[in-house]
């Protein structure tokens, strides 16, 4: 056998799996890419969320925060740049009901949250308009690039072979995993006990080709979401972010500033068919932004909107359809543990990464092999 663990995907979830997993395994991830994380890992708001807006017992709520707190922690142990700089879900006359209702599932879930009236939060942030808003202290931003550097560079030292220019060409199953993948032009195949799906946008292609049955695969939903930077000084000093959307579709098209200080807002949320995907900015969105962003700072100037970027988040409900919680679906092969595929990995993931890899490690180690 070659490897104990084979990961598909590079992105940060797959690269966390690879420290984690490297602690009790031989790993290797394997990424179609040049570089690791340069679709859905690069292409976020780069925030560190509170877990307020997850349905209650999901993976999302449970994962988001101890990720939180594990992420913060990894921040200051190793030097990744990140500033926990707050917050505020602002609300309009007609959504306090909504806003009171985060308020109290903070307070279940012991987030630190702070309850701010128009005045107060005119004191705050004197260029937001909104009848109230909610404070979270514990939200913040980091700089996800490096936090991948050092995910990739603790999983080397513990001896993961991370592989770049690596597609998945096949994948059988026959008492272990046969992995073909592509080096330098020819194919190269390894053997490996388990194989772990953490491709992302392509992960319902991969469990196909993997041969985990059409029924445990569920429909892919790309949704697209652009951003816009706001050229000159920032008019704020935290993130801002207006009520959810239905079905948590997307989180409104919020404020957050980069650890420069360079404020952009984003993302919209605009379905794709999956047959085409583009990260391509659409500039004619500028004056729907424009529109969305004025509804809490009524002083937006859109000449200041500039196309930043796009990313694509991989969702497993339409934009009508309740939103649905990450799913973790192992595949089995006459009763053997084959390994596992990860679906629906969008908001929060970035946050609950490190909690996400440990859960997937406890859960391997947990399984009684057989055969």
Same mark, same amino acid.
């Given at each position: 056998m070659d490897f104990d663990v084979t990961i598909l995907g590079g992105g940060v979830i797959g690269v966390a799996l690879a420290r984690a997993l490297s602690h009790h395994y031989s790993v290797l991830l394997l990424e179609q890419h040049a570089q690791l994380g340069t679709e859905t890992s690069s292409r976020n708001s780069e925030v560190i969320h509170a877990g307020l807006y997850y349905p209650s017992g999901s993976l999302k709520e449970q994962l988001c925060l101890d990720g939180k707190q594990r992420l913060y922690a990894f921040c200051e142990r190793y030097d990744v740049p990140f500033n926990a700089i707050g917050k505020l879900i602002v609300a309009q006359p007609h959504q306090l009901h909504e806003l009171d209702a985060l308020a109290s599932k903070a307070r279940r879930l012991n987030i630190p949250i702070e309850h701010l009236n128009r005045q107060q939060l005119q004191a705050r942030e004197p260029l937001v308009v909104a009848e109230q808003a909610l404070f979270s202290p514990t939200t913040g931003i980091l700089d996800?690039?490096?936090? =991948? %550097?050092?995910?990739?560079?603790?999983? !080397? &030292?513990?001896?993961?072979?991370? $592989? @770049?220019?690596? +597609? =998945?060409?096949a994948a059988r199953f026959d008492q272990h995993w046969h992995i073909t993948t592509e080096q330098?032009?020819?194919?190269?195949?390894? !053997?490996? /006990?388990? @194989?772990?799906?953490?491709?992302?946008?392509? #992960?319902q292609a991969t469990a196909q080709r993997c041969g985990l049955a059409a029924n445990q695969i569920p429909t892919l939903y790309p949704c697209k979401g652009h951003y816009f930077s706001y050229q000159g000084r920032s008019p704020f000093q935290h993130l801002i972010y207006p009520m959810p959307e239905a079905n948590l579709a997307g989180l409104g098209i919020h404020a957050t500033l980069d650890l420069a200080? $360079?404020?952009?807002?984003? +993302? &919209? !949320?605009?379905?794709?068919? #999956?047959? %085409?995907?583009?990260?391509?900015?659409?500039?004619?969105? /500028?004056?729907?932004?424009?529109?969305?962003?004025? $509804?809490?700072?009524?002083?937006?100037?859109? !000449?200041? =909107?500039?196309?930043?970027?796009?990313?694509? /988040? +991989?969702?497993?409900? #339409?934009?009508? $359809? +309740?939103?649905q919680d990450f799913t973790l679906t192992p595949q089995w092969h006459h009763q053997q543990l084959a390994g596992l595929h990860l679906f629906g990995i969008e908001s929060p993931g970035l946050t609950a990464s490190l909690a996400l890899a440990n859960h997937v490690t406890e859960w391997l180690r947990s399984q009684k092999q057989t055969g």
């Open positions: 996800s690039h490096t936090y =991948l %550097h050092r995910l990739a560079q603790h999983a !080397t &030292d513990q001896g993961a072979l991370l $592989q @770049c220019h690596s +597609p =998945l060409l330098q032009g020819h194919p190269f195949t390894v !053997t490996s /006990r388990y @194989c772990i799906n953490a491709t992302g946008l392509q #992960a200080g $360079q404020v952009r807002f984003g +993302p &919209d !949320t605009q379905y794709l068919d #999956a047959e %085409h995907l583009s990260y391509q900015v659409d500039e004619s969105r /500028r004056a729907l932004f424009a529109n969305a962003i004025q $509804q809490y700072f009524p002083s937006c100037d859109a !000449t200041r =909107l500039q196309p930043e970027y796009a990313g694509i /988040r +991989p969702k497993l409900h #339409a934009a009508h $359809q +309740p939103n």
